[in-house]
T-cell receptor, first 111, second 120 residues
């Protein structure tokens, strides 16, 4: 069981927007703005797409955005494209002995 | 550009020790500011943080691995390594090495991953 909770799957049609939630506790997301998101197309390594809740690394389209409210972080993908299909993982710093925690991952299907 | 590459045997026997090395290029491990980490992923499952090391040798491990894990660094070769002892079939997974931001712990660069199978 992962420390952060994500929905197993989400889907949307091309051009639509989808939001993936990542729920933690006061030990991680609730107390720190150190949330990151990763995209993992099938058969590839994860790729950083959001860090520090809402910052995008160079080269990541602005269709990807992040936010946080309380102990829940969210990733929104607008203007869905077929290439966005894959798994998405959230991660956070935690003040517990674990230090870093991941969500269980969400599979995005573009219909 | 920053690149990481895992290397090591793809097959390990039960009860033996899994050993992997990550070779880093494009940045010096000794430059500081980053942690150097191992993450694994069971086939079709989520990501699991194993631990990380700083260039000075300071480490942090996921308690789930108890005393089985050891991460070391060789700054002269710009490499860091993972040792996982007493492996079982449950340790069969894809193992990734990654560079981690020292502040907010985001993984900004990843290796391609290597599949390790534990089987006799």
């Amino acid at each position: 069981q992962s420390a952060l909770t994500q929905p197993p799957s989400v889907s949307g049609s091309p051009g639509q927007s989808v939001t993936i939630a990542c729920t933690g506790t006061r030990n991680d997301i609730g107390s720190y703005s150190r949330v990151s998101w990763y995209q993992q197309p099938p058969g590839t390594a994860p790729k950083l797409i959001i860090y520090e809740v809402s910052n995008r690394p160079s080269g990541v389209p602005d269709r990807f955005s992040g936010s946080k409210s309380g102990s829940t972080a969210s990733l929104t993908i607008s203007g869905l494209q077929a290439e966005d299909e894959g798994d998405y993982f959230c991660s956070s710093f935690t003040s517990t002995t674990t230090d870093i925690v991941f969500g269980g991952g969400t599979k995005l299907t573009v219909l | 550009q920053v690149q990481l590459q895992e290397s090591g045997p793809g097959l390990v026997k039960p009860s033996q020790t899994l050993s992997l090395t990550c070779t880093v290029s494009g940045v010096s491990i000794s430059s500081g500011g980053s942690y150097w980490s191992w993450v694994r992923q069971h086939p079709g499952k989520g990501l699991e943080w194993i631990g990380y090391i700083y260039y000075s040798g300071i480490t942090s491990y996921n308690p789930s691995f108890k005393s089985r894990v050891f991460i070391s660094v060789d700054t002269s070769k710009n490499q860091f390594s993972l040792r996982l002892t007493s492996v079982t079939a449950a340790d069969t997974a894809i193992y990734y090495c990654a560079k981690v931001s020292g502040y907010d712990r985001h993984f900004d660069y990843w290796g391609q991953g290597t599949l390790i199978t534990v089987s006799s």
